[in-house]
């Protein structure tokens, strides 16, 4: 049984960052672009196969998320703050390969806090009857916000910057 892509999915995370556009960085523009990841065999070798805005998946479909950034103005824009939440229904998987290298921060608490991976959080056990805290590290799956800060982008320029998530 198919599983039509949430329209919610995407129209979320196209509306964060119009809307980050809009407040934030208004001389910049933000296009977001989901794509199906499917492994295809052409002449034998098993090659990626990119499907811009599909329209149904199915639960455990990867999707490669990107967002482009472009500076519209005439002069360079420095400590750029560019926010994704990872989409309801699925779970954050890796980065996108092949794009700009702008370190990313991730959040686990909805886009309050961020960190560089590895995230650690605190957990409370019992150990022998004891309750204890630990400190332990959390699972890319429990990301729920990435944000890169692009140090500089430069007039009239571009980069492209995204991850990879997979459907519940």
């Known amino acids: 049984m198919k599983r039509p892509l949430l ?19 208004s001389p910049v523009t933000l296009n977001l672009t989901m794509s199906l990841v499917r492994n295809v065999t052409v002449g034998g070798k098993v090659t ?13 479909a990867v999707l490669s998320q990107v967002v482009t950034a472009r500076n519209t103005t005439t002069k360079s ?24 290298t702008t370190r990313a921060e991730y959040s686990i608490d909805g886009g309050k ?17 004891k309750t204890v805290q630990r400190e332990v590290e ?21 980069l492209k910057l995204g991850y990879r998530v997979q459907v519940k």
Not at 48 to 60: A, F, I, S
Not at 148 to 158: G, H, K, S
Request: cysteine-free; proline content about 11%; overall charge neutral.
């Open 113 to 129: 806090t961020f960190a560089a991976a590895p995230l650690k959080k605190t957990v409370t056990v019992t150990e022998n009857g």
């Open 7 to 25: 329209t919610a999915l995407v129209l979320v995370a196209a509306g964060v960052a119009a809307a980050q556009t809009a407040q934030t960085v």
């Open 48 to 60: 990626e196969q990119l499907t811009p805005n599909p329209g149904n998946v199915l639960p455990g």
């Open 77 to 100: 824009i420095v400590n750029l703050p560019i926010m994704l939440p990872v989409p309801k229904n699925t779970v954050y998987l890796a980065p996108e390969q092949g794009l700009d």
């Open 138 to 158: 959390v699972k890319p799956s429990e990301y729920t916000t990435v944000r890169w800060t692009v140090r500089e982008l430069p007039a009239n320029q571009t």
